[in-house]
């Protein structure tokens, strides 16, 4: 599972939990990024070291790699999928399209939501066990909520940070 399944399967949660059938309603495209799945608050569950990494896969998902999305009109998912094969894409470039409405497939978002349970650390992508209580991730040593802390001092720290910035210490996520 990569980030870009990672970015589907989430915004299929957080809109299967507002309100029943929400998965066949088009929406403006800017609601997963600005509301539904903004990068701030999810970008540990994505697995995203940076802003420009949250920006190519939001443009991979509206430009319907892998078939998760389409967008209407049709000629805005051709522009964006004539950039994603430019050398070096403008990963912004959706954010011109606030507007252009977005469709998920639904069979798609249904296998997500059929998935196995799988209980994944939102900072590192690891399977977590289900057989134990799990207090922390085995593969990164996180806790399996709130923000990601170094490891020496406990102060806030981001994905692929190599050292805090706090204490100056190797975090071990990079």
């Known amino acids: 599972m990569d980030e870009l399944d990672r970015l589907f399967e989430r915004l299929v949660q957080v809109l299967a939990q ?9 929406f403006p495209a800017a609601e997963v990024y600005e509301r539904l799945v903004p990068y701030r608050s999810n970008r540990s569950r994505l697995n995203v070291a940076t802003h420009q990494d949250y920006e190519m896969t ?6 319907g790699e892998r078939g998760y999305a ?3 009109p049709a000629d805005v998912g051709d522009a964006l999928r004539r950039e994603m094969g430019e050398p070096n894409p403008d ?8 507007d252009a409405q977005l469709s998920l497939n639904r069979l798609a978002a249904e296998r997500f939501l059929r998935g196995a349970p799988t209980r994944q650390c939102p900072y590192c992508g690891g399977v977590l066990p289900t057989h134990h209580k799990v207090n922390f991730c085995p ?12 490891p020496a001092c406990g102060s806030e720290v981001d994905v692929g940070w190599a050292y805090c910035v706090s204490c100056g210490r190797a975090t071990g996520f990079e």
């Open 139 to 150: 593969h990164c040593g996180q806790p399996p909520s709130g923000e990601l802390k170094c």
């Open 58 to 63: 939001v443009l991979r998902l509206l430009a």
């Open 18 to 26: 507002e309100t029943p059938g929400r998965l066949a309603i088009p």
């Open 70 to 72: 389409q967008l209407d």
């Open 91 to 98: 990963t912004a470039l959706f954010r011109q399209f606030p």
